[in-house]
Structures are given as structure tokens and as C-alpha cells.
């Protein structure tokens, strides 16, 4: 941690960041990172994390099954008078 | 029986499931609803069983990609969409539009997530829980220091690792902005918690991942 007089200290800076990168604000013109090598590459960790992540797990479809069968359990969980109209949907 | 339509007469733009920004894993759940859907909704909420399998072809591949991003298993993430949309189809009368249907989807299928996640005896009880971890699974290690500081490109494979590895509630809260897309507000409405725990909870996550992450790629440094 270290100390930057006039400004916040690493500790103050980190305390803020969840509101800080959470509200959008463009952090890299905060005044403690202006003089703050460490917490730049810190906030540069997050980011590059946060953009990664982007990349993860591709969205995927279920498989085509999978309707049969909630079909199924909602028919089978339909009253008997219902049953008719579940079918010739 | 039928088949579950693979579209409905107003898609939303590029797909379903398009990318906000340059996310292409997301799509925009702050976007107002798509006048064709809230039609379907209604009809669906008085018993249509047609309009039924158009919401779930809407809306089955969000859904099914939290489960198995949640669970990382195809077979128990199929399991837990069939699960959540049986629970829609119990509750979707119940729907009053107090927010976005898709929120409140996700909301259904989270909560059908933690439940079985409660069922596996994992350390997650309660989606209070998973906002409020125990102390001692914070990053109180996390603070920035400059031999934490990860050096080029992440491994996907490391980063997916990681994140399976996540508590609970941090894997979920990481997913639903990180990868999903959602916007705070949204991931607050699905939680049922503030604002400011979701943007904290979220960096919490960050940091964990920061952790874990640097002791792959510099397990050297680890004590």
C-alpha cells in the first residue's frame, strides 16, 4: 500500500472500486491512478478479467428433447379435463 | 403434442440471445418487450399451450446456458431448465409484469438453481448466503499488490476453471454480469438485494479470480 500525498491511498482507492467500475465511470482518470502504478495494473487485472469472461462459455441450445419431455410433465401434471386441449396443441 | 417454435413473429433483432456491445454471449434484458412476446406472454398466462412452447423457444437457450454455466453438467443443467419451466408453467399466471418477464424468469431459474445446489450439500443454504459469504471466503488476500498483477492473456481454460471453483453466490453474480450481460439494477430485481451488494459481490468474485488465476499462472509465488 502507499501513500500519495493529496490524493487517496491505495486502501481508500480499492474501497471504492466496486462503486466505482460498477457505476461505469471511466476510472482511468481517477486521480489516485494518475500516480499510482500499482493500482493502475491492479484495475488492468480486473478489467482483463471482466473482459475475458466475456469470451466464456459460449451460450448454448438445450438438446431437442428436452421440450418433449417438459411436454410431458406438464401433461402429466394437468388435470384430466385439461388433457385435450395439451394434446392437440 | 408440438414441436416448440424456433421463432416468433417478432424476434428480437440479430437473435434471441444477441450481443450487447461487443458481448456475444449476452444479449439486452434492459430492452423494452418486444410487443410480440408481451402478446404471447398474455396468451401463454391464459392457459395456451402453443403460446407456452413460444416462450420457451424464446427463452430456453438463456435459461438453459445459466443452468449449465451454474452447474457445468449438460445432463443436470437440462434437468434444472425442465425444472424451471415446469415452475413457470405453475406460476405464470402469477406473473404481473412488476418487472421484466425475462428478469423474473431468471429469477424462477435461479432460485431452481439454488435449491439443487441446497440439495448437493454445498456450502451455499440460502441465496442470503450466497450475498453475504462467510468471512472467510472474502478476498481478504486480494488486495492489490504488484506481484499479483497477471501478465497477458488469460487462459480460457484457467479462467473457466476459476470460475467453477467460485462459490455459489460469487459464480452466480459473476455470470449474470460478467458473461450474461445484466446490468446491476437487473442482477438486484433477481436477487432480491441491493444494488450496492451486487456491485460489491461482483468485484469480490473479480478479486477471487484474480487469486486463483495468479496461483496457476504463478504457483511459485504461492506460499
Given at each position: 500500500m502507499t501513500d500519495h500525498p493529496g490524493t487517496m491511498n491505495c486502501a481508500e482507492f480499492q474501497a471504492q472500486l466496486p462503486e466505482l467500475i460498477g457505476s461505469g465511470a471511466n476510472?482511468?482518470?481517477?486521480?489516485?491512478?494518475?500516480?499510482c502504478e500499482r493500482c493502475r495494473a491492479f484495475l488492468a487485472d480486473?478489467?482483463?478479467i471482466a473482459e475475458a469472461a466475456r469470451q466464456l462459455f459460449p451460450s448454448v441450445e438445450p438438446s431437442e428433447k428436452l421440450w418433449a419431455r417438459i411436454e410431458s410433465a406438464i401433461r402429466d401434471e394437468a388435470p384430466e379435463d385439461t388433457q385435450d386441449s395439451l394434446t392437440q396443441s | 403434442m408440438s414441436n416448440p417454435p424456433t421463432q416468433v413473429c417478432n424476434p428480437v433483432p440479430s437473435s434471441p440471445d444477441g450481443a450487447r456491445g461487443n458481448r456475444p454471449n449476452s444479449y439486452t434484458p434492459a430492452a423494452p418487450p418486444d410487443p410480440g412476446e408481451v402478446q404471447i406472454l398474455a396468451r401463454a398466462q391464459a392457459g395456451d399451450h402453443h403460446a407456452f412452447a413460444q416462450l420457451y423457444a424464446l427463452h430456453k437457450r438463456r435459461i438453459y446456458s445459466l443452468c449449465l454455466r451454474m452447474v457445468g453438467n449438460i445432463a443436470e443443467a437440462e434437468d434444472l431448465t425442465?425444472?424451471?419451466f415446469l415452475q413457470l408453467h405453475r406460476k405464470i399466471s402469477t406473473f404481473r409484469g412488476d418487472s421484466a418477464f425475462s428478469t423474473w424468469l431468471h429469477r424462477l431459474a435461479i432460485n431452481v438453481v439454488l435449491m439443487q445446489l441446497r440439495k448437493k450439500g454445498l456450502s451455499l443454504i440460502s441465496l442470503d448466503e450466497?450475498?453475504?459469504p462467510a468471512p472467510e471466503e472474502g478476498p481478504g488476500r486480494s488486495f492489490g499488490a504488484p506481484d499479483l498483477t497477471l501478465t497477458g492473456a488469460i487462459d480460457r481454460l484457467a479462467l473457466e476453471r476459476a470460475v467453477a471453483d467460485l462459490?455459489?453466490?460469487?459464480?452466480l453474480i459473476f455470470i449474470l454480469h460478467d458473461v450474461e450481460g445484466f446490468e446491476h439494477?437487473?442482477?438486484a430485481a433477481m436477487l432480491d438485494c441491493s444494488i450496492g451488494n451486487s456491485k460489491s459481490q461482483l468485484h469480490k468474485a473479480r478479486l477471487k479470480l484474480r487469486e486463483a488465476l495468479r496461483a496457476i499462472s504463478q504457483p511459485e509465488a504461492r506460499p
Amino acid at each position: 500500500m502507499t501513500d500519495h500525498p493529496g490524493t487517496m491511498n491505495c486502501a481508500e482507492f480499492q474501497a471504492q472500486l466496486p462503486e466505482l467500475i460498477g457505476s461505469g465511470a471511466n476510472t482511468s482518470d481517477h486521480p489516485h491512478l494518475r500516480s499510482c502504478e500499482r493500482c493502475r495494473a491492479f484495475l488492468a487485472d480486473l478489467e482483463t478479467i471482466a473482459e475475458a469472461a466475456r469470451q466464456l462459455f459460449p451460450s448454448v441450445e438445450p438438446s431437442e428433447k428436452l421440450w418433449a419431455r417438459i411436454e410431458s410433465a406438464i401433461r402429466d401434471e394437468a388435470p384430466e379435463d385439461t388433457q385435450d386441449s395439451l394434446t392437440q396443441s | 403434442m408440438s414441436n416448440p417454435p424456433t421463432q416468433v413473429c417478432n424476434p428480437v433483432p440479430s437473435s434471441p440471445d444477441g450481443a450487447r456491445g461487443n458481448r456475444p454471449n449476452s444479449y439486452t434484458p434492459a430492452a423494452p418487450p418486444d410487443p410480440g412476446e408481451v402478446q404471447i406472454l398474455a396468451r401463454a398466462q391464459a392457459g395456451d399451450h402453443h403460446a407456452f412452447a413460444q416462450l420457451y423457444a424464446l427463452h430456453k437457450r438463456r435459461i438453459y446456458s445459466l443452468c449449465l454455466r451454474m452447474v457445468g453438467n449438460i445432463a443436470e443443467a437440462e434437468d434444472l431448465t425442465q425444472e424451471a419451466f415446469l415452475q413457470l408453467h405453475r406460476k405464470i399466471s402469477t406473473f404481473r409484469g412488476d418487472s421484466a418477464f425475462s428478469t423474473w424468469l431468471h429469477r424462477l431459474a435461479i432460485n431452481v438453481v439454488l435449491m439443487q445446489l441446497r440439495k448437493k450439500g454445498l456450502s451455499l443454504i440460502s441465496l442470503d448466503e450466497a450475498m453475504e459469504p462467510a468471512p472467510e471466503e472474502g478476498p481478504g488476500r486480494s488486495f492489490g499488490a504488484p506481484d499479483l498483477t497477471l501478465t497477458g492473456a488469460i487462459d480460457r481454460l484457467a479462467l473457466e476453471r476459476a470460475v467453477a471453483d467460485l462459490p455459489a453466490g460469487y459464480r452466480l453474480i459473476f455470470i449474470l454480469h460478467d458473461v450474461e450481460g445484466f446490468e446491476h439494477n437487473e442482477i438486484a430485481a433477481m436477487l432480491d438485494c441491493s444494488i450496492g451488494n451486487s456491485k460489491s459481490q461482483l468485484h469480490k468474485a473479480r478479486l477471487k479470480l484474480r487469486e486463483a488465476l495468479r496461483a496457476i499462472s504463478q504457483p511459485e509465488a504461492r506460499p
